[in-house]
T-cell receptor, first 112, second 116 residues
Framework: RKEVEQDPGPFNVPEGATVAFNCTYS??????FFWYRQDCRKEPKLLMS???SGNEDGRFTAQLNRASQYISLLIRDSKLSDSATYLC?????????????FGQGTILTVHP | NAGVMQNPRHLVRRRGQEARLRCSPM?????VYWYRQLPEEGLKFMVY????????ESGMPKERFSAEFPKEGPSILRIQQVVRGDSAAYFC??????????????FGPGTRLTVL
């Protein structure tokens, strides 16, 4: 299993749609997780952190299933400005504590 | 509070030349991380540094690449004798503490290296 694996996408959805992205990770010792978004040719920016079973911030909900080593991101009422690549990110453990491992990313395009 | 700063934003080098990429972390941050993003690929960890120390360089290529974070001044990622395969976006990130439950890494705008 890859360290972090995401839905390959791309996702093309109309404004107002609900869309969900999935991510699986291999390191069962990981305690916290992140979703970052990356706009074209820009730096990644933190969208949400997930420490317990889940986290909600406005239209965005992240859920964590430790038993299945699975993280999801749900976006409700999609906006055109949500178009970006969404990155599932897992911090390293042990001696690699500072390292972030990124998934390949899922491309989302929201159209009018 | 200025964010993470990287320069240059764009760097063009010919094969065999040296590339030096600079990163100034956010004020108050003492942990610096370098990542590389090859065209059409995800970000890959390269190295994690604190002031004057390399903590984890497990992602650094064995040859031609080095990194430092001196007591004074920015962190430097140095690539000697560049090859076309080094063309990529290099992102620097910083954090106040090592990444864990209560903090995240903040990314700079990146340096786009093109090797001709």
């Amino acid at each position: 299993r890859k360290e972090v694996e995401q839905d390959p996408g791309p996702f093309n959805v109309p404004e107002g749609a609900t869309v969900a992205f999935n991510c699986t990770y291999s390191n069962s010792a990981s305690q916290s997780f992140f979703w970052y978004r990356q706009d074209c040719r820009k730096e990644p920016k933190l969208l949400m952190s997930v420490y317990s079973s889940g986290n909600e911030d406005g239209r965005f909900t992240a859920q964590l299933n430790r038993a299945s080593q699975y993280i999801s991101l749900l976006i409700r009422d999609s906006k055109l400005s949500d178009s970006a690549t969404y990155l599932c990110v897992v911090p390293g453990g042990g001696t690699s504590y500072g390292k972030l491992t990124f998934g390949q990313g899922t491309i989302l395009t929201v159209h009018p | 509070n200025a964010g993470v700063m990287q320069n240059p934003r764009h760097l063009v080098r010919r094969r065999g030349q040296e590339a030096r990429l600079r990163c100034s972390p956010m004020k108050g941050h003492s942990h610096v991380y370098w990542y590389r993003q090859l065209p059409e690929e995800g970000l890959k960890f390269m190295v994690y540094l604190q002031k004057e120390n390399i903590i984890d360089e497990s992602g650094m290529p064995k040859e031609r690449f080095s990194a430092e974070f001196p007591k004074e001044g920015p962190s430097i990622l140095r690539i000697q004798q560049v090859v076309r395969g080094d063309s990529a976006a290099y992102f620097c990130a910083s954090s106040p503490l090592r990444t864990g439950v209560d903090n995240e890494q903040f990314f700079g705008p990146g340096t786009r290296l093109t090797v001709l």
